[in-house]
Structures are given as C-alpha cells and as structure tokens.
C-alpha cells in the first residue's frame, strides 16, 4: 500500500472517530438535560404538593403525582422525601429572590423597602408560597434537616435585604447606632410572621404593615432634619448607647 493511501485511511478512520464521539457527547448531554428536567419537575412537584397538601400528606407518591413522573425517580435523584424537600426549598428561594433581584437593587428608601414587601406579599400568596412556607416552618421544627434548608432558604432574602439597608442607611443619623445584620434578619422575620399571621388575622396584619410604614415615615423624617438636629440626635443616641 502506497504512503498516500496510508495517509488517506488515516484520515478516514480519524473522521469516523470523530463523528463517533460527538454522537456520543451528544448523547451524554440529552441524558443529562432529560435528568435536569426530571430534577426540576420533582422540585416544582414537592413544593406544589406541600403547598397544596400540606406536611402530612407530602409523600414519594404524592409529589411524583404531581410532578408527573416515577416514584422511584425521588429516591434515585434525591434520596429521601426529606433531601428532596430540602433541595425544593433551596430551589424555590433560589426562584423567588432571582425573580425580585432587580427590584431590589433600585429601592432607595425604606419606604420603598416596605411598599416593596407589601407589594411581594400580595404576590407570593397568591402563588401559593406563604402557605408553602407556613407548611415549611412547621416541619421544620421537628426535621433538622429541613430546618437547616429553610433557614438556608430565609437566609437568600436576609442577604438582599441586608444590602438595601446597608445603602439606604448610610449617612442615616442611626446609621452609626444600627446592626444591619440584625435589623435585616429582624426585618425578614417580620415579613415572615406577618405573612403567617395574616391567615387568622387579615385585619391584624394589615395593622402591623401599617406600623411599619409609620416607621418608614419616622425615618424619613430623622433624615431630612439639618445638620444641627442630626448631630443632636446623634449626641443622644450615644448617651443612650453607653447608658
């Protein structure tokens, strides 16, 4: 055989390779977007079953029910009931901070910050995730594993409100006197205990929103005072501080 017909099979078999792996990758990658989508359903069908049926009935069966797939798909991808309710918390927070992220970064104010809660509150129960959440907090005090998702879950909105209020503090006459990373995890505890409240109390909630907002006020307020009535606040809040 003459070196140019080596060279030519050569390159024959080299294409032939070729093609042979990208058909294999490409089979690889459709395996592995069918596994993502089935993820995704068992994700979207746990926090809709809890949602929808509460703790007690969330179940492999019920949530492949409502996914629309296998039972045996819950334990092959996740393991257990709980590490899959555990991934759809982290999911759904995942979502829901995504989706207000932008909005997010242009509040200004903490009036903004409430008209922004409020606004989100009416949304998020009317898709089901205040009562997914309620569901949640409930059985998270009895299942640490869930507890440590949830708070994992809470912890993703802490951090963007922490940001807000970071921003629109600074130069705040309590800007100084103020523990951003408490006052957003009580600002997020608040939300949390008023979206729960709201079930046996709509009136009461109302209320409480409408306390916040007398807060907002107040603090608008301090902040347009001049530079004399700053530093005399600031003066008494340090007295305060060290008494």
């Not at 492999?60 to 819950?74: E, Y």
């Not at 009535?229 to 003066?235: E, K």
Request: charged share 25%.
């Amino acid at each position: 055989m003459s070196a140019d017909t080596g060279r030519q099979g050569v390159g024959q078999e080299s294409k032939h390779d070729t093609k042979q792996d990208a058909q294999h990758d490409t089979r690889q990658d459709a395996q592995h977007d069918t596994k993502q989508d089935t993820k995704v359903k068992l994700l979207e069908g746990a926090l809709r079953t809890l949602a929808e049926q509460g703790i007690a009935k969330t179940s492999a069966r019920s949530i492949a029910a409502t996914a629309g797939v296998n039972q045996a798909l819950v334990f092959y991808h996740f393991g257990s009931v709980d590490e899959l309710l555990a991934a759809a918390c982290r999911h759904g927070a995942e979502q829901r901070v995504a989706r207000y992220r932008s909005r997010l970064e242009g509040i200004g104010s903490l009036a903004e910050l409430l008209a922004f809660g409020r606004d989100m509150h009416v949304k998020e129960r009317e898709a089901g995730q205040v009562a997914f959440l309620g569901q949640l907090l409930a059985a998270a005090q009895t299942q640490p594993r869930l507890a440590l998702a949830t708070a994992a879950g809470l912890r993703l909105w802490t951090d963007e409100i922490e940001k807000v209020l970071g921003r629109v503090l600074e130069g705040s006459p309590v800007a100084e006197f103020t523990d951003t990373v408490g006052l957003a995890r009580a600002v997020s505890a608040s939300f949390v205990g008023i979206e729960l409240y709201e079930g046996v109390d709509e009136e009461g909630a109302a209320c409480a929103f409408d306390a916040l907002d007398q807060l907002a006020v107040l603090a608008t307020v301090f902040d347009e005072l001049g530079p004399l009535a700053q530093r005399a606040i600031r003066h008494r809040l340090r007295r305060t501080a060290r008494s």
